[in-house]
């Protein structure tokens, strides 16, 4: 991996990736703010502020944004974490200055006009409620508060709708004035692009742009086991057992990759093969983990019928205990590690994938890892370091529970011993 850095005077960063075989661009703008960032009355505003910006500016409006992206056959979109957010576009590379120009402006000089405001407002709550229609993402939620708790982390990234209804013009322009500025932007390009050609492109449409690079508290979280449960008859329970994890820096990060792809990921993985394929409780079952700055979680997710929960927890529990206990064998590290392998390789294969990992390592101060590093990175990894991690993270007794499903919370509090 080869990439260019460069910084301009007012602190905006610009990394790029050439990619020769390519005709396309993958540009995102990424800001370093997200929920975690917001103040009590800002419950939301991350995300609805994403949604504003492509109202356009005093300049452009909503329409002539979106003629203008259309006309030059570019893909764009935008997303919002707990941590950043990222403005986007995928376009033929001569077309890179026209889209650049787009979101210089909107990301700069928003209109936050009342009328859009309000109209995007009802979108917002429109998204809310099309989420909490989805037993899945209402028990990624449950778990989410379970296991941050407290903490700034724990904030849903939607905002809620009275937070979202409540906000006022001064709330949303105080927030984009406070965390957008030239210090905390970095500009990410991969694909038929020429570094020095790009920089002076940023440095024409954001040079004079000022602002500081922002800081964000960063706290250890405290993790109690908790049950959060949304009572709801449902033909399908979704749980996700799960407790404190790694943050993104942890070196053990790599041997846990390794455990977590063991435990469930794919078919060939132990909960995958216990849960669905031995018994038949679940169409899905699979392992995941969250890394943020300060903090981390991990988790299973299984959706079950409701008469089935006790019996698939139960596995659950069993084959966490033990790989607490036992580790895992030579032919599931080596398994573990090809697939592995073969994922980074298919990851990197386009320009918006390569695109992001620039744009999100530089945000977050993470070294750009050529794909050999990261593969001397997993080829380092031994069992023993995995059977340490797996005792350390998921014999840890302070596990919490999510769930969507006809249950009580008290119902489940069992399940949370380890």
Known sequence: MHYDLTQLDNGLRIITETMPSLRSVALGCWVDTGTRDENGNEAGVSHFLEHLLFKGSEELSARVVNETLDGIGAESNAFTSKEMTCYWTRLLDQELPTGLDVLAEIIQRPAFRINEIDSERQVVVEEINMNEDDPTDVVFENFSRAVFSGHALERPVLGTRESIRGMSRDDIHGYWKRRYGAGSVVVAAAGSVDHEALVEMVEERFGDWAGDRVDHEMVANSVSPRVNVTPR??????????????????????????????????????????????????????????????????????????????????????????????????????????????????????????????????????????????????????????????????????????????????????????
């Open 233 to 418: 008859e449902t033909e399908q329970a979704h749980l996700v057992l799960g407790g404190p994890g790694l943050n993104r820096t942890d070196e053990r990060r790599w041997a846990f990759e390794v455990l977590n792809h063991v435990m469930g990921s794919g078919m060939s993985s132990r909960l995958f093969r216990e849960v669905r394929e031995e018994r038949g409780l679940a169409y899905a079952v699979y392992g995941f983990k969250l890394a943020y700055s300060d903090n981390g979680a991990w988790g299973v997710h299984v959706g079950t019928t409701p008469n089935q929960t006790d019996t698939a927890l139960n596995v659950i529990r069993d084959e966490l205990a033990t790989v607490v206990e036992f580790g895992i064998t030579q032919d599931e590290l080596d398994r573990a590690k090809g697939s592995m392998r073969g994922g980074l390789a298919l990851s990197l294969e386009d320009s918006n994938s390569r695109m992001v990992r620039l744009g999100r390592d530089e945000l977050y101060g993470m070294p750009h890892l050529s794909m050999d590093e990261r593969l001397d990175k997993l080829e380092a990894v031994t069992l023993d370091e995995i059977k340490q991690v797996a005792g350390e993270i998921y014999g840890a007794p302070n596990r919490v529970i999510g769930a969507v499903g006809p249950f009580s919370e008290d119902e489940l509090d069992q399940y949370l011993a380890v």
